[in-house]
Nanobody, 118 residues
Framework: QVQLVESGGGLMQPGGSLRLSCAAS????????MNWYRQAPMKERELVAT????????NYADSVKGRFTISRDNDKNTVYLQMNSLKPEDTAVYYC???????????WGQGTQVTVSS
C-alpha cells in the first residue's frame, strides 16, 4: 500500500519560515519524481516545486522562486519543502505528489495546511 504522509504545516507570520516533509512508503522512492502542489480556497491546485529522480534537478513556480527550496533524501524516502519569506498568499493546503513517468503512476498525500497571517 502506497502512503505519502505530509507534516510540518501550521500557522506562521509573514516573513517566517516553515519546512514541510513528506514521507513515502510502498514505492521505490528513487524511481519517482517528487512534487509539491498547493491549493488555496476557491483556487485550482497548482504545482509549486518539482525534484526529479534520482539526480535531483529542481523546478519552481515563479511565485516561489528564491523563497522555497525542494530537496529529497532517497535513503529516508522523504521529500522536503523549505519555505522562507512566507507571504499571506502562500496560504493553502500543500500536497505531496509522487510521479513516475515510465508508468504514468501518480500518488498523493492527504495534504497539510499552511496559513500565513499576522
Amino acid at each position: 500500500q502506497v502512503q505519502l504522509v505530509e507534516s510540518g504545516g501550521g500557522l506562521m507570520q509573514p516573513g517566517g519560515s516553515l519546512r514541510l516533509s513528506c514521507a513515502a512508503s510502498g514505492i521505490t522512492f528513487s524511481l519517482y519524481s517528487m512534487n509539491w502542489y498547493r491549493q488555496a480556497p476557491m483556487k485550482e491546485r497548482e504545482l509549486v516545486a518539482t525534484i526529479t529522480n534520482p539526480g535531483g534537478s529542481t523546478n519552481y513556480a515563479d511565485s516561489v522562486k528564491g523563497r522555497f527550496t525542494i530537496s529529497r533524501d532517497n535513503d529516508k524516502n522523504t521529500v522536503y519543502l523549505q519555505m522562507n519569506s512566507l507571504k499571506p498568499e502562500d496560504t493553502a493546503v500543500y500536497y505531496c505528489n509522487a510521479y513516475r513517468l515510465a508508468t504514468s503512476r501518480a500518488y498523493w498525500g492527504q495534504g497539510t495546511q499552511v496559513t500565513v497571517s499576522s
